[in-house]
């Protein structure tokens, strides 16, 4: 799994309650393709951030570990593929991170590129000052073809007036403004949960030279707080520049949210205006523990997953969807119950979901979907592929892929699936592949 999630036993029991029309899952199929088998050490290991495609085909990524620097195992580094004419692919090195003091270390979020072709991304730890925890960095190509790296920013766990510890994607706005959240800091409690505040959204203001200065546009303070806790995921924009988010802990009654930033008026010095749109509860079969990000449909609607919850029976995560209604309030509809049964669905997503043309929904789930397989966790299985269709209000599950563990690799945990070039999925699993003691894969996978 993604991050260092924090263990509570909430005891809760759930209720049983019809939410909507499921339709059973079936099996495609989809074959997958391993598209580049990590060697660990010097090539990287554990890709666990999601990868980002160019118009050429080219595929973007990062491992966690690996590569070198100052880290026990390597500090991580982010690579490019390249398709060649014989229908395999070319891996290069982009940069390797050298870890504290110096530029960052432990990157696990995808990439994202600004219109130059420039890359953007966070690291979870380490940075270029003494007390930095976890960056914000570009990288540039360079005539050389090489990419030189610049820290935008250095976050800081030891101040109220930053966030630390970004596991969260970026994102930019029409001016090229970046915005994502931090897991802690923010001014606010130091706890088991929390170092000096339960995370932040932050703004990055773009600027040509040197850091780029930094606007926290909502911070949350405490553990036990009705407005969310702890957001792993990265954020979604919609065109009138409001904010969508999910936060992993916190709301009422501390299992996580679904909230909205509404930006100020032009020119007003006011915050951005915080809204919950959605508590998940354990009481029934709602979910919890948002792990992923937010997609919207055309309609409005927003669409994401929850690690756990779901059926009573069997509580290992859903696929959610929430409908804005006039007033302002928004109804939640739970669209797919995951596990159920065991060793055919998929269990535990941290990944959210993608949407194609159609209205279809696509996503990984990291365990799952196996029939007790031995590299696998609990015997469960390696995780799934899946895909689910709308056909007028019953939504309906295809499992398009079931990770073996083995040389197919295993425990897909991206932040989101993404398209490449010819409209297959293409994303990478932590363990697993060819390569040195399972270091994991890139994947594809025909819808």
């Not at 290991?45 to 590569?67: C, E, K, S």
């Not at 993608?354 to 031995?374: C, P």
Request: charged letters at 15%; proline letters at 5%.
């Amino acid at each position: 799994m993604r991050g260092n999630r924090f263990s509570i036993g909430w005891g809760a029991a759930l209720a049983i309650i019809t939410v909507t029309m499921l339709v059973p899952s079936s099996w495609a199929s989809s074959q997958e393709n391993v598209l580049y088998n990590f060697q660990g050490g010097s090539d990287g290991n554990y890709p666990i951030g999601g990868l980002v495609v160019d118009a050429q085909g080219n595929l973007y990524g990062t491992t966690d570990i690996g590569g070198g620097g100052s880290c026990i195992g390597g500090c991580g580094t982010v690579f490019k593929l390249t398709p060649t004419k014989q229908g395999s692919f070319k891996k290069t090195i982009l940069y390797t991170f050298q870890g504290a003091f110096s530029d960052g270390q432990n990157p696990q979020a995808r990439l994202v590129f600004d219109k130059q072709g420039n890359l953007y991304g966070t690291t979870t730890g380490g940075g270029s000052t003494v007390d930095a925890n976890g960056t914000v960095f570009k990288l540039t190509p360079t005539k050389r073809g090489e990419w030189a790296e610049t820290i935008i920013h250095n976050f800081n766990c030891s101040t109220a007036n930053d966030g630390c510890e970004p596991y969260s994607y970026l994102i930019f706005d029409s001016a090229g403004n970046l915005y994502g959240t931090t897991l802690l800091g923010g001014g606010g409690d130091n706890s088991s949960y929390c170092i000096n505040g339960c995370g932040t959204v932050f703004k990055l203001s773009k600027s040509k030279k040197g850091p780029w200065p930094e606007t926290l546009l909502y911070t949350f303070p405490h553990f036990f707080n009705s407005t969310g806790a702890n957001p792993y995921a990265g954020l979604l924009m919609d065109a009138a520049g409001k904010l969508y988010g999910t936060t992993y802990y916190g709301g009422d009654p501390g299992l996580g949210t679904v909230f909205r930033l509404t930006p100020p008026a032009h020119h007003a010095k006011k915050l951005w205006t915080h809204t919950v749109l959605h508590n998940f509860s354990s009481n029934g079969t709602d979910g919890f523990s948002p792990y992923a990000g937010l997609v919207m449909d055309k309609s409005g609607n927003l669409f994401g997953t929850t690690t756990r919850g779901g059926d009573a029976s069997l509580p290992y995560g859903t696929v959610f969807m929430l409908t804005p209604k006039s007033g302002g309030d928004w109804t939640e509809t739970i669209i797919h119950d995951f596990a159920s049964p065991r060793y055919v669905d998929g269990e535990s997503p941290d990944t959210g979901v993608i949407e194609d043309a159609a209205g279809n929904l696509y996503g990984a789930a990291s365990t799952g979907g196996g029939r007790a397989e031995v590299n696998c966790p609990d015997y469960d299985g390696c995780g799934v592929i899946y895909k689910l269709a709308n056909s007028h209000g019953a939504w309906s599950e295809t499992i398009l892929y079931a990770f073996q563990g083995g040389t197919d690799g295993g425990l897909p945990s991206d932040d989101v699936l993404v398209f490449d070039t010819h409209g297959n999925l293409v994303g990478t699993a932590v363990s697993g592949g060819s390569g040195g003691a399972g270091a994991g894969i890139v994947f594809r996978v025909k819808p």
